[in-house]
């Protein structure tokens, strides 16, 4: 748990939190619907109602506007950086053969320090064929 201070508590606080949790864990969107997901998030605050929990295709939609958000940042830094930028790719594979791919970018900031960032986990229906 992060030492920072927990912010208080509302709806907009709480969706961008499960957004973040989505997103940085690889969950699946869809375990917003699961009944059992719904539940504990019932639990866990008396005052949340079935309209403060979002159903997948609002959370498709912030994490959308979450990564457009990002991706204007990221392309801001970019043009401030310091020397090349040097991109890197990786493909692997887990035990059950399921394909991953990875593009990162490698850059100096302003202040010179290392930057590292992922800019993209490309699916495997997107692979050009060869």
């Known amino acids: 748990m992060s030492s920072s201070p927990r912010p208080p508590f509302s709806v907009a606080t709480f969706k961008a939190a499960l957004v973040n949790w989505i997103v940085v864990d ?49 392309k801001s830094e970019l043009k401030h950086t310091v020397g090349k930028r040097l991109l890197t790719t990786d493909l692997w594979d887990n035990k059950g053969m399921c394909a991953f791919s990875a593009v990162t970018a490698h850059y100096l900031q302003s202040s010179l320090s290392n930057t590292e960032v992922i800019t993209d986990r490309i699916p495997p229906s997107a692979w050009p064929t060869l």
């Open 26 to 74: 690889d969950q699946s969107i869809n375990v917003v619907e699961c009944p059992e997901f719904r539940h504990l998030v019932f639990t866990l605050r008396e005052s949340l109602s079935e309209k403060d929990l979002p159903y997948r295709t609002t959370i498709r939609n912030l994490v959308t506007s979450a990564w457009n958000c990002h991706f204007a940042e990221l």
